[in-house]
């Protein structure tokens, strides 16, 4: 049984917005390459870097105005209920190719994938992208590709996954060397390992050991969900909305000292 | 025989079809029919198996090990463990680029037409060779050049080395901070080489303009800087006239108008002498009677900084006990004139941060490659050189080389003369490059020479990560071969390859207290200052660059994963974005995603989209660079424009680099 709920926070304070992650992810996970790469309609891409701005706050003026980047990904959502997860994306697929596994990972099987993109509309993070063409790989760019991860094929959809073939690598392996305890085996995704200033960190929500402890990070002033403002609500009216509505309940935690960053990623003012 | 009965007839022809259906059906052919037909829709390629092995190596970009995750032979990963810059997640695929040099190329079209033939590396060889030979034979050693990358360490030693054995002075680095700074280095400390910030020990950061985090220096450094400034609570103040990342992320942002950085640096320096009673470091400052016109409230009309924060910083710098001022406008690309350095420099100089922990060193070349045998021709060849300042001095004043070396440089590209060398190099009658992919400036050579990318070259630790690919050959081991090849110059290269010489070829940090003032040069950049920002009433905008992380001056636009990641705010809809103040806008006549061409004294650019954002001052245009290659694989080719096309070109007088920092412009 696994006991283990996998989650990230990102600090923004750190961020510098290099882009490390995003390479990082594109080259672990075979992103398709195409010749007009910058054309933004045909781009595709699990992990976005957004650079955002607090130009939009009346009353800011030059001098006043700051600039941040925001890594967004597939935010792993579990529903209000993380025992028994409910992703929006994983309710509407009608072929079980989305699907959540008990460590509260959000898969994604692309070749069971038939393309109605229902999924995608769901999606409250716009964190789906659907491959409208053929992934070319040009030339020896094929000799990059990583086998443990299976090439999209034209017409499906695909998502991030918190790279959860590298838990299986690195399952595999604590098995080979005589582990018989699940929860024991942890690994870092592709982005996590790549950010040169340690902004993203990742592990188990459930342990208290854990850079990523939900309880603290629920906690910390600094913390905010992307899209999320019940969490800005106080207990009873976050309980009452609850039974009303199945939320995301995203397991991605961004931390910023910047009130006008939280307030863009949650949605909320004054968060 | 029977008459076949046409009901008879009907009935073998039913039992035929219906025989064939059910033969056809239970033969599994409709099954692979489907199973094909599901192939061919979903097309997928599946990357070929093998085992999982880990091999360590480093990357040159920013000296990090690294470990290459290899399937079979194929690499398929970068680990950088939380350290390295995003240049080492480009490795695999600069590695595996379609559109690498594989053979070396001759050109077998016009000069400049862009079309190669691949010859053998003997025949290439030989024809270089016989190109230096025949000019040192007719006493015209002096007229080979060469223009090095920027950071090429040991390639770049060699071209060096190389020249100096034939007898050529002519070689020039693509300018960065180093190159730039080392000018200042030479002129105010005496000193061969670069100025080295210790951030690592620093407790206050003055930075005048440097993106320290957008690509400045070595980024795999600053982000192991950045953590440490943030856990021991170190105070970074950016002085910049665009609200970049940089300036988000430091303790205060100190807003200042287009191009008046060395303004303030003197401004602070005014007061440093006059309130805090610093001036007993830099006498020579305090005597200039110049320095008068830098009191606060000059300052404050010139720079827009107010008099009162230009008291405050000046009160922190000399408070704080292990302060810096950090000069080099800039990420990737620093557009720094020296006596901008120079006046930065007077900060740290006047509160005794020179050659102290915290402070500003000196990176010191260490070349222990040994004295280059220099026989009559080069000798001769050496006293007919007359050397250009630097880059884009000869691209501009210098005589034309009858032979040229492009080594991992792209000036045609990166240089403000960029245009102008083009056409000079049409008539350069030989020009080779050493590269690993085509570039805007090897569309006019006439030998491009495959070089080995980082995974695949050898490291002083150890050897390669990947087996070198195609019949590429490390940079060093090209100019080794070509020098090898040449009588009288031979005798300087006793290597037999570039791995025995990794370990000799690298710079030292040392402590440099002496600092001589040269108030000359300050005084000639000061006018020159003066007259570049003054400009004509036309021409009402000024323009300033910025550089997007990971594209920085452009040469890994070529790789798709690095075009993915650029942004909707910077590039969009096969469109370069220019950004304003929407105040700016109002007053000319834009909007956000309205069509607009820059157009300065240089010339126009092609059409730019709008993006309306209050980061930019008002009456200042910033546009990105690194975009509008003639020539860079098709992934990089014909996207944006090279804003540096019409940006200034005021050659330095002292590193011979023009300073495109501030560009008088207006829209069209």
Redesign the interface.
């Known amino acids: 049984m696994m006991n283990v709920r996998w989650g990230m926070s990102i600090d923004l304070d750190k961020c510098t917005g290099c882009g490390a992650c995003q390479i990082s992810c594109m080259q672990e996970n075979n992103m398709p390459i195409f010749d007009e790469d910058s054309d933004i309609p045909k781009r595709v891409t699990f992990l976005d870097l957004m650079k955002v701005t607090n130009d939009f706050e009346g009353g800011k003026k030059y001098g006043e105005v700051q600039t941040a980047f925001i890594p967004k990904m597939c935010m792993q959502c579990s529903g209000n209920d993380p025992k028994n997860p409910h992703p929006p994306c994983v309710t509407v697929c009608p072929v079980v190719a989305t699907d959540v596994g008990d460590d509260g990972i959000v898969s994604q099987i692309w070749s069971r994938c038939i393309g109605c993109r229902y999924c995608q509309a769901a999606c409250p993070y716009e964190a789906r992208v659907f491959n409208w063409w053929k992934p070319r790989y040009e030339g020896d760019f094929k000799q990059g590709l990583n086998s443990d991860v299976s090439v999209a094929s034209r017409g499906t959809v695909v998502k991030c996954t918190f790279c959860s073939h590298i838990w299986k690598r690195e399952r595999d392996r604590a098995i080979a060397g005589g582990e018989t305890d699940i929860n024991k085996v942890t690994y870092t995704p592709a982005c996590v390992s790549a950010c040169p200033t340690g902004a993203i960190v990742f592990g188990d929500l459930n342990n208290p050991n854990s850079p990523v402890y939900e309880t603290r990070l629920k906690n910390d002033p600094r913390a905010v969900r992307m899209v999320h403002s019940i969490d800005q609500q106080p207990e009873n009216e976050r309980a009452r909305r609850m039974r009303i509505k199945d939320y995301p309940n995203p397991k991605v935690y961004y931390l910023s000292s910047q009130k006008w960053l939280r307030d863009i990623i949650s949605g909320f003012q004054n968060s | 025989m029977n008459k076949l009965e046409r009901k008879d007839f009907l009935k073998l022809a039913g039992g035929a079809v219906a025989g064939g259906l059910v033969g056809t059906t239970l033969s599994g052919a409709p099954f692979n029919a489907l199973q094909w037909l599901v192939e061919w829709?979903?097309?997928?390629?599946?990357?070929?198996?093998?085992s999982e092995t880990f091999r360590q190596g480093v990357c040159s970009a920013c000296g990090t090990d690294i470990s290459v995750r290899l399937?079979g032979d194929?690499?398929?990963?970068?680990?950088?463990?939380?350290?390295?810059?995003?240049v080492?997640?480009?490795l695999?695929?600069i590695?595996?680029?379609?559109?690498?040099v594989r053979k070396p190329l001759k050109r077998v079209g016009g000069k400049g037409s862009g079309r190669f033939a691949p010859v053998e590396w003997s025949e290439a060889i030989k024809d270089i060779s016989d190109k230096i030979k025949e000019l040192r034979a007719q006493n015209k050693a002096h007229t080979v050049a060469a223009f090095n990358g920027a950071h090429n360490m040991l390639a770049g030693a060699l071209v060096e080395r190389l020249l100096a054995a034939i007898g050529s002075g002519h070689v020039y680095n693509e300018p960065c901070f180093c190159s730039l700074s080392a000018k200042a280095a030479k002129l105010t400390q005496n000193s061969e080489g670069a100025l080295d910030y210790d951030f690592e020990n620093s407790d206050y950061v003055l930075s005048f303009g440097a993106r320290l985090?957008?690509g400045w220096g070595n980024?795999?450094r600053m982000?192991?800087v950045?953590?440490r400034w943030?856990a021991d609570g170190v105070k970074l103040v950016q002085i910049d006239t665009l609200?970049?990342?940089?300036?988000?992320?430091a303790t205060k942002?100190v807003?200042v108008k287009p191009g008046t950085e060395a303004y303030l640096a003197l401004g602070i320096a005014y007061k440093l002498i006059m309130s805090y009673g610093k001036g007993g470091n830099l006498p020579e400052l305090g005597r200039w009677p110049g320095i008068n016109d830098f009191n606060p409230e000059k300052v404050a009309e010139l720079t827009g900084v107010p008099a009162v924060t230009i008291d405050e910083i000046a009160r922190e710098f000399a408070g704080a006990r292990r302060a810096v001022a950090v000069a080099g406008r800039g990420g990737e690309m620093v557009s720094s004139s020296v006596g901008e350095i120079i006046a930065v420099q007077c900060l740290n100089k006047l509160t005794g941060r020179m050659g102290v922990p915290g402070g500003v060193f000196v990176k010191i070349k260490n070349d222990r490659l040994g004295a280059v045998r220099q026989d009559a021709a080069a000798q001769a060849g050496m006293a007919a050189t007359r050397k250009a300042k630097g880059l884009d001095d000869f691209i501009k004043n210098g005589e034309k080389p009858e032979l040229l070396f492009v080594n991992d440089a792209n000036p045609v590209h990166t240089s403000v003369f960029g245009k102008d060398l083009a056409g000079k190099m049409k008539d350069i009658p030989m020009v080779v490059a050493i590269m690993t992919m085509k570039n805007d400036t090897a569309r006019y050579a006439d030998y491009i020479l495959p070089s080995l990318t980082i995974l695949e070259s050898k490291t002083a630790r150890g050897d390669a990560a990947v087996a070198p690919?195609y019949s590429a050959k490390h940079g060093a081991d090209i100019i080794l071969e070509i020098a090898k090849s040449v009588e009288g110059v031979a005798a300087s290269f006793p290597w037999s390859g570039y791995a025995d010489m990794a370990a000799l070829v690298g710079v030292e940090r040392r402590p440099q207290g002496n600092f001589n003032l040269n108030i000359e040069v300050l005084r000639t950049y000061l006018d020159m200052l003066k007259k570049n920002l003054e400009g004509a009433a036309e021409m009402p905008l000024a323009l300033i660059p910025y550089e997007i992380?990971?594209v920085g001056n452009g040469a890994s636009l070529s790789l798709?994963?690095?075009?993915?990641?650029?942004?909707?705010?910077?590039?969009?809809?096969?469109r370069l974005i220019v950004k304003m103040?929407p105040e700016t806008a109002n007053a000319m006549g834009a909007c956000e995603n309205s069509s607009v061409k820059l157009k300065s004294s240089r010339g126009k650019t092609a059409s730019l989209k709008v993006h309306?954002?209050?980061?930019?001052?008002?009456g200042v245009v910033a546009v990105p660079m690194g975009f509008g290659h003639c020539e860079s694989t098709?992934?990089a080719e014909e996207?944006g424009v090279n804003p540096l096309e019409i940006m200034t070109a005021n050659i330095d007088p002292e590193s011979g680099t023009a300073d495109w920092w501030f560009t008088r412009v207006k829209l069209s």
């Open positions: 829709t979903q097309d997928q390629y599946r990357p070929t198996g093998g399937i194929r690499a398929v990963k970068v680990e950088t463990a939380n350290a390295g810059c995003p080492c997640q480009t695999i695929q590695l595996y680029h379609p559109e690498r985090f957008e980024q795999a982000h192991r950045l953590n943030k609200g970049t990342r940089t300036a988000s992320m942002w807003p690919r992380p990971l798709p994963y690095v075009l993915k990641g650029v942004g909707r705010e910077d590039f969009a809809f096969e103040n309306l954002t209050k980061t930019v001052a008002p098709r992934y996207k």
